[in-house]
């Protein structure tokens, strides 16, 4: 009798046990699902691991581990660092290109500078040249040279620069019935008719007689004084005054 009521409780036990590990099963799969959510809360959908499912009435040793999904970085933050790094690296090369854009608007701010006052000096000086010399460049000029003069009436000289043309004319003793012109060289070049012309008086050729000179863009035409009137020099007289002037350079350069 005994073994027969065993047998019969048996299975109820059998059923009982199975009750209580599935009641147990479905509290830990409960629980494990309550530490989920609050991992996900914490950390984000995207960090969460996938954790072991543990079927109903299944014993805890058959339980296969599930693979667990590595954390992706967020493709996000990716963004933002790369973006981040660009912007480093547009800053460095700005810095690097500062020191050549400051030589280069200095270099172009020294040349604007000197055309400036370049242009404003050339622009001066022609002023000032017009109020001295008149827009036609004219040079007067008073002084004794032999030629039909009285006391308190010098001989007057007029140069002017007529196009680029020198000309001088000479009023003998100051009496224009007498006036003479003395053609002087030809002047080339651009604005050459905007030249100054210059003469005075000095004894080149060493015979007593004062010798006019008419300067022009830094070049000297002497005349020479025959007692009467002014004309070119001929090559021998040329020659003779080149010699004299050199000699007398070599005295003054050894007296130095």
């Known amino acids: 009798m005994a073994s027969a ?23 830990m799969n409960s629980g494990l699902g309550m530490m989920d959510e ?32 590595a954390a992706q970085p967020r493709q996000q933050a990716a963004t933002g660092q790369e973006a981040v790094t660009r912007l480093g690296r547009a800053g460095n090369a700005l810095g690097q290109a500062k020191p050549v854009a400051f030589v280069a608007l200095g270099a172009v701010v020294l040349l604007a500078a000197y055309l400036l006052v370049s242009t404003a000096a050339a622009f001066v000086g022609t002023k000032l040249d017009d109020m001295t010399y008149t827009t036609t460049r004219t040079t007067n000029l008073d002084t004794y040279v032999g030629h039909n003069e009285t006391p308190g009436n010098p001989t007057h000289f007029t140069a002017q620069n007529i196009r680029g043309q020198i000309a001088i004319i000479e009023y003998p003793g100051g009496d224009p019935s007498k006036a003479m012109v003395i053609t002087g060289p030809y002047l080339f070049g651009a604005d050459e008719d905007k030249a100054p012309v210059n003469v005075s008086v000095a004894d080149i050729n060493g015979d007593g007689k004062p010798d006019l000179i008419v300067t022009a863009k830094g070049a000297q035409t002497v005349y020479v004084n025959d007692g009467s009137k002014f004309r070119p020099m001929n090559p021998d007289e040329r020659a003779a005054i080149e010699k004299a002037m050199s000699s007398a350079a070599s005295v003054t350069a050894t007296n130095k």
């Open 5 to 27: 009521a065993q047998r019969a409780y048996q299975p109820q036990d059998d059923r009982a046990t199975r009750g209580n590990r599935s009641d147990w099963s479905q509290m």
């Open 38 to 69: 609050e991992e996900e809360q914490r950390t984000g959908t995207m960090a969460r691991p996938m954790r072991p499912v543990r079927p109903v009435g299944q014993p805890t040793g058959n339980l296969r581990a599930m693979p667990v999904a």
